[in-house]
């Protein structure tokens, strides 16, 4: 109570049977304050955070599944937080920081391989990122729903004010939009579609971006690092390790690239990663099933070869090539028919059978 005297207040309580309370409280849910908002008063946002994310952080998830999570979970556990109140830039950056730790298994006071900065991680796919919301912007943008709540005359005192005393043109708000226009941008790349679609894995995905971005940790990379390792490729012991010695100029990936070409009824034309890409983006725009046949041979490949590359490294467990021919035919076919189980069923049985 403000504007009266203790007596004043003293009598007021003694009157209504109230409590007087004090800051900082709860109120549906958030903890207000009397003062500035600071990092004390998303405490509790910051330790479910931190609680979920030591959680899955003992589990084996790949890449792909920890980027769901932070998009699904994370941003579920900050979105009322964020459609609610304009939260500091100092929690902002700390909940940065613990989804970029996560990502990429950082742990505190060790030093972790960062494959992508968080910026770029942020970009769309059509930009070369994967899809993760930047949360400043998305703090934003998000609280532009009042906006949408006084535009649409939504039932409140307050809109109904807004309206009698300062509204005077409608209009209608896209969050979409104004998320658009308040992220960073950056170049579009051109095999977007052909890497993300409906029958790839997204940790296919995911690696293959990682792969055209040449942020995989290679031996070359490794070495520039300071690292000093013996720079020989695992799989062919013919050259040097490197994005594109393995994305295909290793003999070993070479000979299985065109053999999964040859069962699709293609010629062989493996040359680089890039180029691959590149040719299967005009292939793709035929928006056939065949064209998504080919392109997740090509990311399923690609994961594999990393896979088996790691496996003999780290588990000193090697495969062959028909083990990995046979994987990534039996994976691509159970993802096509899932995907086209109900319009192209028996064509694409009397293809991969053929």
């Known amino acids: 109570m403000g504007g009266v005297s203790e007596g004043v207040q003293h009598a007021i309580l003694e009157e209504t049977n109230f409590v007087q309370g004090e800051f900082p409280f709860r109120y549906l849910g958030v903890s207000l304050n009397e003062g500035r908002l600071n990092k004390e008063m998303f405490a509790d946002l910051l330790n479910k955070m931190q609680k979920a994310l030591h959680h899955w952080a003992n589990y084996k998830v790949s890449y792909a599944g920890k980027i769901s999570l932070i998009n699904t979970v994370i941003f579920g556990l900050e979105q009322f937080w964020c459609s609610t109140l304009l ?23 060790q030093r972790k391989l960062i494959m992508k900065s968080w910026s770029s991680c942020c970009k769309p796919h059509i930009e070369g990122g994967f899809n993760i919301k930047e949360i400043l912007a998305w703090n934003k943008c998000i609280l532009c729903k009042w906006i949408w709540a006084i535009e649409t005359h939504a039932d409140s005192s307050w809109v109904i004010w807004n309206h009698t005393y300062n509204i005077k043109q409608g209009g209608k708000v896209q969050l979409s939009l104004i998320y658009e226009q308040l992220r960073d941008h950056d170049r579009k790349i051109s095999w977007e579609k052909t890497v993300w679609n409906r029958v790839a894995l997204p940790k296919h995905s995911v690696l ?142 009397d293809s991969i059978n053929s």
């Open 87 to 109: 939260i500091p830039k100092g929690v902002l950056k700390l909940v940065t920081k613990f989804c970029r730790n996560f990502l990429w298994g950082t742990v505190e006071g």
């Open 208 to 349: 293959v971006v990682l792969a055209m971005q040449h942020k995989l940790a290679t031996i070359d990379k490794l070495n520039y690092r300071g690292l000093h390792m013996v720079n020989r490729c695992i799989l062919c012991k013919a050259d040097n390790e490197s994005h594109q010695h393995l994305f295909f100029k290793c003999q070993f990936a070479t000979s299985i690239w065109n053999r999964l070409l040859k069962w699709m009824k293609l010629r062989g034309r493996t040359d680089s990663l890039k180029r691959e890409l590149h040719w299967l983006a005009g292939r793709r725009r035929r928006r056939h099933w065949k064209a998504q046949w080919i392109s997740s041979c090509l990311t399923a490949l690609a994961y594999s070869i990393w896979e088996e590359r790691n496996s003999r490294i780290f588990r000193d467990v090697e495969h062959n090539e028909d083990y990995i021919v046979r994987r990534v035919q039996y994976l691509v076919s159970i993802r096509l028919l899932y995907a086209y189980h109900s319009s192209y069923e028996d064509e694409i049985l």
